[in-house]
Structures are given as structure tokens and as C-alpha cells.
């Protein structure tokens, strides 16, 4: 039109700008609808039974390959158990007869029932059924428990032994994905929404996380599904957690940098870039060494253990992957929007922004001023906490036990312990030489703890033979999963150790038992080592120095104690609980450790970067003032997800959540706020050694540190 001038292009460059956070939204969203139904199709591919917990190379593991050689497939008993109180009547042996006769050929049932065994007193009738480990143990359990949900009135009936215990467990973990998803997404909307005072920021926040957990479960699925890796409800359930938590966390430290970019200029995509290299080298180094921590699983002789270190590690991958690309495109097309209402506002003049964290201002000033103080007290009581680590009981706890809520397998057992030999229809096993048979079974038999030991018979009444070995099966006079059954099956290893000729291994539910308690604490010893010199490792390359990584892993360690002296105190007199699982202690450590790391990264990283504008003593203060805010609420949202994990009615799911959960707080609100900035405050520039910064001139002051701020009114 005459007139008017043509607008002129805009560049090339600058639509560039434009297309490319576009374009990595789209794609993440068709990616979303690709991989979100593989979340929850993971329980499709997971492995609950005992061959998913056991230990690689131990003595049980090599009986159940050996009892290939005595039968076609690996069963796993059910034990039926009937009882009436003033005796079983003849209606009852009919219905049971009926009910177990219906279900034979049925997918599942590696073979025919045993005979009825009526206990002594006449109250009771057992029945042992063997279940097929290699199908579903869990879909077998309940048709046999659907087939004899009709008893006649007044006769109690449980499926229970290890079948029974292994369909509970998986009953336990039925439903984690969506109910973990629900808990975790509120939880983590609602402390965002009181950071933020935002609808629209926890919202973006969760949907991020969302998207990573989608990603980790299809990348976790298809391994699985090949077998690469193991995974159980135990490590799904903490996937889901860890992918909430690690992706809350990471959003925050970026969702704040951006924030503070915005108040610093007006062009949103240029705040986002300069946000995007500030956060990448903190977030890649936390995201790193949770990886490598969690890697270090990877030497674990429990397939357990083995199979959650890569699990996790996708998850975290996943996290730091959406933070860093989805997140940030949703951010640099929002601009201040995203914050809504509470839009950071732009100011020319703002040189500092302690003004805006006036909390973190004045507490930096009260460590300025008495550092000492500040670190001494808080230790004191932290090693207070730490005095009461002997007294965690992680000696194991039995099968029987690790419900919170009652179900058929422990009734059954109770059940069974008041009839029969506690230990029936789930014996020791003997594996042996056939030459040696005799003495094997003699020696067995005279072991105290042991009710009766009778080979498996071949064709001519004497012991049936396999490539010149014996199976004897050993009856416990002790619950199978109690302490004196244990104690029972390493005095029959001991006795049949000595047995001449006999070269016999022992395994069963017990010796599975005890083999993974032991390999348990093998593993802590080797792996907890470890993760700390790989952390330490990646720690000094960040910092560029070596003391200020050993007193941050010391830092972590003293708070790792704490945590679990704590833990014993509530798990002991609070809740009452009969223990720990052996690999709580190794859990604990791994994730405290790695994901504690996350909050000295965060801190010590914008110290350093601090440190080269104004010194080490203002510049970690001035890191305190900015990163506070974000430690602490990335420290209440990774709790808050962990004790999520409580929903799980399993004692090791609430340890963990418990543990995870208070030693996060510790790290944030007590070891990264106060312990860690105070002794930096008092040791100023050697802290970086071996580094050129420990040479800075000590009394360096500019007028923006937080000594200089004035006091907020």
C-alpha cells in the first residue's frame, strides 16, 4: 500500500530460534504418545519370584540347576493347607479331593499333587502342590485359590509356601504404576504450586517428568522383554520414584536460572540460552554421577541388584534428557509466562539478587558473621543422630514378614506351624553323589533341626539317580524362613561337608535365603567403596580440586549415618518392625550418596563459579542466596516422591521410602544449607586445593556480596 513501508525480513537466524524449541516440543510430545502405554505395560515383563532375587554364584543357585536333572521342569511349591477346628470331617476330604482333581493339566501345575497329609491332632490336612517357576507363579496361585474359594462351613483353606508367597508379593506390587503415578504427580503439583505461587509451572514441571518416565519404561521394557535386564516390582516402584524426583529436581534448577536470566534482560530465548549453559554443567554432573553410583549396582552378585542399577540409570537418563530439551523449549516459548502470576519482572538496574531471596540473604549474613557457629551445632547433633547406626537391625527379615497387611500365605503358615512341621513342603535340598547316598542321608538326618530326610525314589524303590547324583529333600522341624531354619541349614551344610565322597550342596527357600543375606553384605562391602570413589572422582573433575570433593563425601557420609541411626530408632520402637533386608543399608547408601551428591553439586558449582567474580567466602554465601531456595524445594520434592513409595504394604518399600526420604532433608535443609557454607565461609580459598583458586587474596569485597546487602525490611 502507498505509503507503507515493507517490514523487513526477520533473519534467518532468528526464526532458527524460534523453529528449533517448536520442534523439539513436537517431537516430544508424538514421543509421549508412542512410549506413555509402555509404563504401564512394565509388570508385563517383570519377575517376582525367588529366581529374580537370587544370588549369581552361590551354592542355592547351582542346587536349582541341578534339579533340572530330576524333573522335566523347575517347580516351586504351593502348600495347601485345610483346617478345622474339632477335626477334619469326611466332606471336607471330599471337597478338597474334588476342588485339587478339577485343577490337574491345568497351564501352570508342573505335576500331579502329593497326597493329602492329615496332621496328628486331626485338625488339619496339607496338600503340596507344585507350580511351574518358569510360567506365571502368581496366575497359578489364584486359580488354585479361586478353585477352592467355596470350603465347606467352618473349614479355614490357604494356599501359602513359596508359591503363595511369591503370588502375594506380586499382589503387593499390582497397580504401582498408576497408583505411584498419582501420588507422585500430586505430591510433586502441590509443593510446586507453594514454591512457585504458579498454576501453569507445576503443571509443565510434572509434564516433563511425565515424559521421561515414558521414555525410561518403553527403554526399559524392551530390554526386559529381551532379557537383557531384570526387573522386579521393587525396582519398577523405584523407577517411577527416582524418574519423579531426579526430573522435579532438575526443573527446579533450571526453572530458576531461567527466572533469574529473565530478570536481567528482555529477549526470553537469549535468557533461556544463557540459563540452558548455566544449569547444563550442574545438572549433567548430577545427573552423571547418579548414573555411575547406581552403575555400580552393576557388580552386585543379586540379580535384584544387577537388574535395578541400569533401570535406574535409564531413568535418570531420561530425566536429565527431558529437563534439557523439552522442558526447555516449553520455558524459552513461555518466557515469563510460564510463571504466571508471580512473572519475574525486568530491572536495568538490578545488580544482585539476593533482594528477591531474602530468607537465604539474611541467613548468609548470620554465617558471615558467626560461621563457626553455624557448622558446629548442626554436627554436633548429626553425629548424635549417627551414635544410633548399631542398633539397625539389617540381618533379614523372614518371608513371612515383609507384609504389612495380613494375607493368605502368612495365614497358611500360621496355619501350618500349628498342625505340622513348620518347615513342610519346603525342604532343604540335597544335591549329592550317588556313591555317597547313604552317609549323605545319614548325616542329614542326624542334624539337629531336621524332622526327617528322604531321597526322591526312582523306579526300583532306591534313590533315583541323574548323572551319578542323588536328591535328598530334608524336612525342617522351623519355619523355612526363620532364624533357626537358618541356622538349621548351615549346621547341615557344615555336617555334610564332611561327609567323604559326598561333594553335597544344600539350596531350597532357606539356603536361597541365606545365600542372598550373605551376598548382601558381600555386596555393601564391595559397592559402597566403590560408589564413593566414583563420585569423588567426578566431584574433583567439576571442582578442579581434591579437598573440597573429600569434604563434601564426608559430609555425605556423616549424613548417611545420621539417617540410618535415626531409621533404626523409629524402625525399632516406633513402628515395630522385625528388621531390615540385608540390602537396605546398600539401597540407602547408593541413593543418599548419589542423589545427596545432587545438592553439593548445585551448591558448590555457582560457589565456584561465584568464586571467580568476588572470592571464595562471599562467593559461596552469594551461591547460598540463589541455590537455597532451590535445594530446599528440590529436597522436599524428592522426599515427598520417595514416600510415595510407602503405598507399597511391604516393609522394604517403607524403609526405603523412610530412609530415602529423611536423609534427602537432612542433606538439604541441614548438611547443604547450613554445614556445608558455613565451613567453606571459615576455610575460604584452600578449600579449592590443589586448585589456582586456593591463591585468590583472602579479603576480597565487592559491594554486591551478602555482607553488603542492607538488612530486609
Known amino acids: 500500500m502507498a505509503g507503507m513501508t515493507a517490514a523487513p525480513p526477520r533473519s534467518a537466524a532468528r526464526q532458527l530460534r524460534w523453529l528449533l524449541p517448536g520442534l523439539l516440543l513436537v517431537a516430544w510430545l508424538g514421543l509421549g504418545g508412542v512410549a506413555g502405554p509402555f509404563a504401564g505395560k512394565l509388570g508385563e515383563v517383570q519377575v517376582n519370584d525367588a529366581a529374580a532375587f537370587l544370588p549369581q554364584s552361590a551354592e542355592s543357585t547351582e542346587v536349582q540347576e541341578l534339579q533340572r536333572l530330576f524333573t522335566d521342569t523347575t517347580a516351586v511349591p504351593a502348600i495347601v493347607i485345610a483346617e478345622r477346628s474339632g477335626g477334619v470331617q469326611p466332606q471336607d476330604a471330599d471337597f478338597l479331593e474334588g476342588a485339587l482333581t478339577g485343577i490337574q493339566g491345568q497351564p501352570g501345575l508342573a505335576g500331579p499333587s502329593s497326597p493329602p497329609i492329615p496332621s496328628e491332632d486331626g485338625d488339619a490336612v496339607q496338600v503340596i502342590i507344585p507350580v ?82 515414558a521414555l525410561a519404561s518403553m527403554a526399559v521394557y524392551f530390554l526386559a522383554d529381551a532379557g537383557i535386564v531384570t526387573l522386579n516390582g521393587q525396582s519398577q516402584g523405584i523407577l517411577f520414584i527416582l524418574v519423579f524426583g531426579a526430573a522435579t529436581d532438575y526443573a527446579l534448577l533450571l526453572v530458576a536460572r531461567f527466572r533469574e536470566e529473565l530478570r536481567v534482560g528482555t529477549d526470553r530465548l537469549g535468557a533461556m540460552w544463557r540459563a540452558w549453559r548455566a544449569a547444563l554443567p550442574p545438572i549433567a554432573a548430577s545427573a552423571g554421577t547418579v548414573i555411575a553410583g547406581v552403575l555400580c549396582l552393576l557388580l552386585s552378585d543379586l540379580n535384584s541388584n544387577r537388574g535395578l542399577g541400569p533401570v535406574a540409570a535409564i531413568g535418570i537418563a531420561a530425566s536429565f534428557v527431558a529437563t534439557m530439551t ?103 535340598i540335597v544335591i549329592a553323589n550317588a556313591s555317597a547316598a547313604e552317609s549323605v542321608r545319614a548325616a542329614a538326618a542326624r542334624t539337629e533341626g531336621i524332622s526327617r530326610a528322604e531321597f526322591i525314589p526312582g ?34 551344610r557344615s555336617t555334610l561337608a564332611a561327609v567323604d565322597g559326598g561333594d553335597a550342596k544344600v539350596g531350597g527357600p532357606t539356603a536361597i535365603q541365606i545365600d542372598t543375606d550373605d551376598t548382601s553384605k558381600r555386596d555393601r562391602a564391595l559397592i559402597m567403596p566403590l560408589v564413593l570413589l566414583v563420585v569423588f572422582a567426578i566431584l574433583a573433575l567439576l571442582l578442579r580440586a581434591l579437598l573440597a570433593p573429600l569434604f563434601l563425601i564426608a559430609t555425605v557420609v556423616v549424613s548417611f549415618a545420621a539417617t540410618l541411626g535415626v531409621s533404626a530408632l523409629i524402625f525399632n520402637h516406633v513402628l515395630g518392625f522385625p528388621g531390615a533386608d540385608p540390602v537396605i543399608p546398600l539401597f540407602a547408601f547408593v541413593f543418599l550418596v548419589a542423589l545427596g551428591i545432587d545438592y553439593n553439586i548445585f551448591l558448590m558449582t555457582r560457589a565456584r563459579e561465584e568464586t571467580l567474580r568476588i572470592g571464595t567466602r562471599a562467593g559461596v554465601l552469594r551461591s547460598l542466596v540463589v541455590t537455597g531456595g532451590v535445594i530446599t524445594s528440590a529436597g522436599i520434592v524428592l522426599a515427598a516422591t520417595f514416600a510415595a513409595l510407602a503405598v507399597i504394604p511391604l516393609i522394604f518399600m517403607v524403609q526405603i521410602a523412610f530412609i530415602v526420604a529423611f536423609g534427602v532433608l537432612l542433606d538439604a535443609l541441614i548438611m547443604r544449607s547450613l554445614i556445608v557454607p558455613a565451613v567453606v565461609r571459615q576455610a575460604g580459598p584452600a578449600i579449592w586445593w590443589p586448585s589456582r583458586l586456593r591463591h585468590e587474596h583472602e579479603n576480597i569485597s565487592l559491594p554486591d556480596t551478602p555482607a553488603a546487602v542492607p538488612s530486609p525490611r
Not at 176 to 189: E, K, Q
Not at 349 to 362: G, I, K, L, S, V
Not at 369 to 387: D, K, M, N, Q
Open 132 to 213: 511351574d517357576a518358569n510360567g506365571s507363579v502368581s496366575d497359578a496361585v489364584d486359580e488354585l485359590r479361586e478353585a477352592l474359594a467355596d470350603a465347606p462351613d467352618g473349614l479355614s483353606v490357604f494356599v501359602t509356601g513359596p508359591a503363595g508367597s511369591s503370588a502375594d508379593l506380586g499382589a503387593a506390587f499390582a497397580g504401582i504404576d498408576g497408583l505411584l503415578l498419582i501420588v507422585a504427580a500430586a505430591v510433586v503439583i502441590v509443593i510446586l504450586v507453594i514454591v512457585y505461587r504458579s498454576p501453569f509451572l507445576p503443571l509443565i514441571v510434572v509434564t516433563s517428568a511425565i515424559l521421561a518416565l
Open 326 to 428: 523439552f522442558l526447555a523449549a516449553v520455558l524459552a516459548l513461555l518466557g515469563r509466562s510460564a510463571y504466571w502470576p508471580a512473572r519475574p519482572r525486568y530491572s536495568a538496574e538490578e545488580t544482585t539478587p539476593d533482594r528477591n531471596y531474602r530468607f537465604w540473604a539474611a541467613l548468609a549474613r548470620q554465617i558471615e558473621a558467626h560461621p563457626r557457629r553455624y557448622w558446629t551445632v548442626p554436627l554436633i547433633i548429626v553425629l548424635a543422630f549417627a551414635a544410633f547406626l548399631p542398633q539397625l537391625r539389617a540381618d533379614g527379615v523372614a518371608q513371612s514378614e515383609i507384609f504389612l497387611t495380613q494375607v493368605e500365605s502368612q495365614e497358611g503358615q500360621q496355619a501350618l506351624e500349628r498342625h505340622f512341621d513348620a518347615g513342610s513342603g519346603s525342604p532343604a
Open 459 to 492: 523306579e526300583d524303590g532306591g534313590p533315583l539317580v541323574r548323572d551319578g547324583l542323588v536328591q535328598l529333600e530334608a524336612t525342617l522341624s522351623a519355619p523355612a524362613d526363620s532364624e533357626d531354619a537358618e541356622q538349621t541349614v548351615r549346621e547341615l
